[in-house]
């Protein structure tokens, strides 16, 4: 009894200890510098037009009578604005485009180090537009911009999937969602005012696009690569193995990258994948659906409809005009703090609870936003009720639908798939992205407060299909995800990677023989054969 209660105590001990040795330094690092030069940038340019707009079409009136002698017609003015606001979508569909060869031939570090080179070029385009008098430059900078946006929302979480050991690849995957959130939060209190929010300092607004990206080029080098790409798509297993070693914080790493041989035999191929095969690849069909659905719903589901309503429901609820912009801060507030707590808890609550129970939330709180819109006028209170609609539809977005869909398409795919993936989900986001900003004003001014409805079947048939379809992830290796998916798919798994690429592929004898051997020679010799 005492050797087995000795037992127990060694087992909950090492349990402790390894749980400990999950969160390294160096992967808090790599996390927070990949993400503040990433998807802070992303969510920084989504609220950072907002608060100069009057601004901005003032400058843009001037430089059109400086031109051609007489003011620009409220017509034309309202498209170049459009324009400026909604070509950033773009610019992110181009970056999601281009991103699978970038990140197969830099790797993924290099790839978000590279990528600065579009921030601070979008930079220097946007914040001295005002002083040589174009505002061609201010919209060719938000184009640049969105290409910056396009590669790192894809980059960084395939970056941040291939770093992150997978007791905490969720928590670290929603640092993703929370720095967007930031980002977000950032752009409006800058945005104020006493601040930035001013005739003559709006450039200044852009101008700061530049120091996430130096924060980023000088920390990051110092980090490694991700060992799985070092390993599985260099085939560099002494890098590979100093790269797991930094990022666990532990010398022996034979576990981990016989963790990644496994999937490697089964996969039995690391050539790049094309989204054309990805999309003929049979065991992949059901991934590739909820990706494309789950990336459908994040941009559709009508968040951007709540920041178009914000100012007019803070209003009708009695708040002083130049208050406004104070209290919207709370949204802003909200939002981090709903991405943190998703951050915090995912790990033990799971994706499937936060993903499902966000949009199912969204979707209640739509439905009684849309009857306190309607009837507010005719009693005093609602107009608060509403206020907590938006605070709640917000907060219901990030525990679950604001970032879990990155993590979803880093985990349902593998190592030559995934490149693919992120151009696939990528592509969706931006296109509903751009969709919505097209749209929506169509939708607002034929359904008024009805619009909400629409979103509301948007999260209602989202949360419906994740129901049934998603699985847990939790805790789940790449190649344990991939087997859930293929009972769906009805497909061996086995079999369904024999068939890929005969022609190019190697035997999983040789491929595993040369990989022995590779690691062998690295050092890393414990359990691997």
């Keep these: 009894m005492e050797n087995k209660e000795q037992s127990n105590g060694e087992k909950k001990e090492k349990i402790v200890v390894k749980k400990k040795m999950n969160w390294s330094g160096s992967l808090i690092v790599a996390s927070l510098t990949g993400a503040f030069g990433s998807s802070f940038l992303y969510g920084y340019n989504l609220s950072v037009v907002n608060a100069p707009a009057v601004y901005i079409k003032k400058f843009y009136n001037e430089t059109w009578e400086r031109r051609y002698g007489f003011s620009v017609d409220q017509s034309t003015l309202t498209l ?34 590279l990528n600065n080179v579009f921030a601070v070029a979008a930079a220097l385009l946007m914040s001295l537009s005002l002083l040589v008098g174009s505002f061609e430059m201010l919209i060719l900078g938000r184009v640049v911009m969105g290409v910056d946006a396009g590669i790192s929302l894809s980059a960084l979480p395939m970056y941040l999937s291939e770093i992150s050991p997978k007791e905490i690849r969720g928590s670290l995957g929603q640092v993703t969602a929370i720095f967007i959130c930031i980002g977000v939060f950032t752009g409006q209190v800058l945005g104020l005012p006493q601040i930035f929010g001013q005739e003559s300092r709006w450039p200044y607004l852009f101008g700061a696009i530049i120091v996430p990206s130096l924060v980023q080029v000088v920390i990051l080098p110092f980090l490694p690569e991700s060992p799985r790409y070092l390993l599985l798509e260099k085939h560099n297993t002494s890098k590979a193995e100093k790269a797991f070693q930094t990022f666990l914080g532990k010398a022996d790493v034979s576990q981990e990258i016989e963790e990644v041989l496994a999937e490697s035999r089964v996969q039995r191929n690391t050539k790049l994948v094309s989204i054309l095969q990805l999309l003929r690849t049979r065991s992949a069909r059901w ?29 009708g609820a009695g708040i002083n005009h130049e208050t406004i912009p104070y209290v919207t801060l709370s949204t802003g507030a909200v939002e981090t703090l709903a991405a943190v707590f998703s951050g915090l808890v995912i790990e033990r609550l799971g994706r499937r609870p936060l993903l499902i129970g966000g949009f199912g939330l969204m979707t209640v709180f739509f439905a009684v936003l849309t009857i306190s819109l309607t009837l507010q006028k005719s009693v005093d209170w609602l107009p608060y009720l509403s206020i907590f609609c938006i605070l709640a539809i917000i907060a219901s977005f990030c525990i679950g639908p604001g970032g879990i869909p990155f993590v979803l398409t880093g985990e349902f795919f593998q190592q030559s798939q995934r490149p693919s993936a992120f151009m696939i989900a990528g592509t969706v986001n931006w296109l509903s992205n751009f969709t919505v900003g097209l749209l929506f004003p169509f939708i607002q001014s034929g359904l008024q407060t009805y619009c909400f409805l629409v979103f509301a079947a948007i999260c209602f048939t989202g949360a419906t299909y994740l129901f049934f379809v998603l699985p847990e992830t939790k805790n789940k290796t790449f190649h344990e ?49």
């Design 481 to 529: 995800i991939s087997q859930e998916f293929a009972k769906r798919n009805k497909v061996s798994l086995e079999m369904q990677e024999m068939n890929h690429y005969p022609g190019e592929r190697k035997s999983s004898a040789e491929q595993e023989s040369n990989f022995t051997s590779s690691v062998d020679n690295g050092g890393t010799k414990k359990g691997i054969v």
């Design 80 to 113: 170049l604005w459009s324009i400026t606001v909604s070509i950033f979508a773009i610019g992110g569909l181009v970056g999601a485009i281009i991103v699978t060869p970038i990140v197969k031939f830099f790797g993924r570090k290099c790839t978000l180090l």
């Design 287 to 315: 991934q590739i659906a909820t990706v494309v659905i789950t990336m459908g719903c994040y941009q559709l589901c009508g968040l951007n409809a709540i920041w178009y309503y914000t100012n007019n429901i803070f209003s």
